[in-house]
Structure formats: C-alpha cells, structure tokens
C-alpha cells in the first residue's frame, strides 16, 4: 500500500503562495487518482483539488480555482499544489489523498472515496 507524507506548508501572508508536496513511497503513476483536502478547525474536511486517471484531468472547488494547481511527478513520485494568492480563508490542515484502484461511482470530491491518506501539513495565512 501506498504511503503520503506531506511537506511544505507554512505561515504566509495574504497574496503570497506555498507550494505543498506530498511524498508517496509508490509508484503516482499506478494509482487512479490522487487528491488535496482541507480541514479548519471545527469544519469537516473539505475537497481541495484532484488529478485522476493520470492523463492530466484534473478537478478543483469553485473557491480555489485560478489560483491552485495540482501537478503529478510520475518520476519522482510526488503530487504538489500549487497555491497562489493566498487568502486567510485558505488557512487549514492540507491533507493528500490517494484511491488507488478504480471503482464503480468513485466521487472525486468526496474524502470517503479515497483509501490512503497523508498526516497533513499545516498552512496559515494571515492577513
């Protein structure tokens, strides 16, 4: 099974960016999707970004669409998020997903439809 850890978060302040990668210990390239999640204090976890089927699809919620992206590094192993013009409202925990076999009605933007997780990686942004 797949292995995650993330990296790279950080305190920044409003406009700035962070870039965020997530370590796996297999082979991206294998899996069916790979997947950022947020989650606030007190809120439940919130879909972020995903990249499926690996061919360069890729999904994103209305409030970071412009600014983030998410990239796949099949040689390296590792999927980062980009994020641009940072908002206070983007301060969360950034966990990375992975679901790594296809299935039937597979919901990219739900947190249960993913099977392997990182320990998240703390981003605040300040305003």
């Known amino acids: 099974q797949v292995q995650l850890v993330e990296s790279g978060g950080g305190l920044v302040q409003a406009g700035g960016s962070l870039r965020l990668s997530c370590a796996a210990s297999?082979?991206?390239?294998?899996?069916?999707?790979v997947a950022w999640f947020r989650q606030s204090a007190g809120e439940e976890r919130q879909f972020v970004a995903a990249s499926v089927r690996n061919d360069g699809t890729t999904y994103y919620t209305d409030s970071v669409k412009g600014r983030f992206t998410i990239s796949r590094d099949n040689a390296k192993n590792t999927v980062d998020l980009q994020m641009d013009s940072l908002k206070p409202e983007d301060t969360a925990i950034y966990y990375c997903?992975?679901?790594?076999?296809?299935?039937?009605?597979?919901?990219?933007?739900?947190?249960?439809?993913?099977?392997?997780w990182g320990q998240g990686t703390q981003v605040t942004v300040s305003s």
């Open positions: 997903a992975v679901r790594q076999n296809v299935v039937w009605g597979f919901t990219y933007g739900r947190y249960r439809a993913y099977d392997v």
């Open positions: 297999g082979r991206i390239a294998n899996v069916y999707a």
